[in-house]
């Protein structure tokens, strides 16, 4: 197995073990849950003029889905995921009117220019490859077959986390992906509910997130930033700034 296709597996196996902590039955509380929607509640009757077909790349258990359809009348939905085990747990919990696949953003399994909404959470750090360098070539990668998946007058919704250095942006991220390279080379399992043994990531600073969108024809139209608290880890490796980003984004044509 080639290197890439050993972090794909990583990253399915992960996704596949983590199955029940990513579920947001929770959700099914209707105030918790447009609450979690609440950026998606702002923006998209502000810039889409009506989402009669969505995707959701890295769609999990469905959560985003069930919104589109509910909140906004979409229904013309299609979940694609890497993981098989989040695919089937979408259907168990949640039956959704929606067609959902196995497959990744690197390599949609879908028909182009088809949609009215792209929704893609936290998956752009996932994207790794052997350096961070060759890593950002994929997540631009990414971005560039999503923009191919939307309308004219479309929109996709990108939520992301990112992680800042007081030295120079980029240094905790790099700090953070070289960290676990090497805990996974020593066999070091770290003690988070997150953690998988063999698991790498990729994150970004908001100003390389805007690069990325931007090069790839992309505007940012909208953007939230919740800020996070930093533990003794993020400190550790000289965090100045962390969080998750919102964005919402038009495409030139």
Same mark, same amino acid.
């Given at each position: 197995m080639d290197e890439a296709?050993?972090?794909? %597996?990583?990253?399915?196996?992960?996704?596949? =073990?983590?199955?029940?902590?990513?579920? @947001?039955?929770?959700l099914d509380d209707e105030e918790k849950f447009l609450r979690f929607f609440s950026f998606e509640e702002d923006v998209i009757p502000k810039y889409v003029g009506g989402v009669g077909s969505c995707l959701d790349?890295?769609?999990?258990?469905?959560?985003f889905l069930k919104y589109a359809s509910m909140k906004h009348g979409a229904?013309?939905?299609?979940?694609?995921?890497?993981?098989?085990?989040?695919?089937?747990q979408s259907l168990l919990d949640k039956p959704l009117q929606a067609d959902l696949a196995q497959g990744s953003v690197l390599d949609l399994p879908v028909r182009e220019g088809r949609f009215d909404l792209v929704f893609m =959470? =936290?998956?752009?750090?996932?994207?790794?490859?052997r350096s961070r360098a060759d890593s950002k070539k994929l997540a631009k990668?990414?971005?560039?077959?999503? %923009? @191919?998946?939307? @309308?004219p007058g479309g929109a996709f919704i990108l939520r992301e986390e990112y992680y800042e250095s007081w030295l120079?942006?980029?240094?905790?991220?790099?700090?953070?992906?070289?960290?676990?390279?090497?805990?996974?080379?020593l066999r070091i399992r770290l003690p988070h509910k997150e953690a998988h043994m063999g698991l790498k990531v990729a994150f970004y600073t908001r100003g390389e997130? %805007?690069?990325?969108? =931007?090069?790839?024809g992309?505007?940012?139209?909208?953007? @939230?930033?919740?800020k996070w608290t930093k533990t003794l880890g993020e400190r550790a490796a000289l965090v100045k700034s962390m969080g998750k980003m919102y964005y919402i984004i038009a495409f030139d044509r």
């Amino acid at each position: 197995m080639d290197e890439a296709a050993l972090e794909q %597996r990583q990253v399915i196996d992960y996704f596949n =073990e983590t199955t029940s902590f990513y579920d @947001r039955s929770q959700l099914d509380d209707e105030e918790k849950f447009l609450r979690f929607f609440s950026f998606e509640e702002d923006v998209i009757p502000k810039y889409v003029g009506g989402v009669g077909s969505c995707l959701d790349i890295g769609s999990g258990t469905g959560v985003f889905l069930k919104y589109a359809s509910m909140k906004h009348g979409a229904h013309n939905v299609v979940g694609i995921d890497v993981s098989e085990g989040m695919l089937a747990q979408s259907l168990l919990d949640k039956p959704l009117q929606a067609d959902l696949a196995q497959g990744s953003v690197l390599d949609l399994p879908v028909r182009e220019g088809r949609f009215d909404l792209v929704f893609m =959470e =936290e998956v752009l750090h996932h994207l790794v490859s052997r350096s961070r360098a060759d890593s950002k070539k994929l997540a631009k990668r990414a971005i560039s077959n999503i %923009r @191919r998946m939307i @309308r004219p007058g479309g929109a996709f919704i990108l939520r992301e986390e990112y992680y800042e250095s007081w030295l120079a942006p980029t240094l905790s991220s790099t700090l953070i992906m070289l960290l676990l390279g090497l805990f996974n080379a020593l066999r070091i399992r770290l003690p988070h509910k997150e953690a998988h043994m063999g698991l790498k990531v990729a994150f970004y600073t908001r100003g390389e997130i %805007r690069e990325m969108v =931007e090069e790839a024809g992309g505007k940012i139209l909208e953007a @939230r930033d919740v800020k996070w608290t930093k533990t003794l880890g993020e400190r550790a490796a000289l965090v100045k700034s962390m969080g998750k980003m919102y964005y919402i984004i038009a495409f030139d044509r």
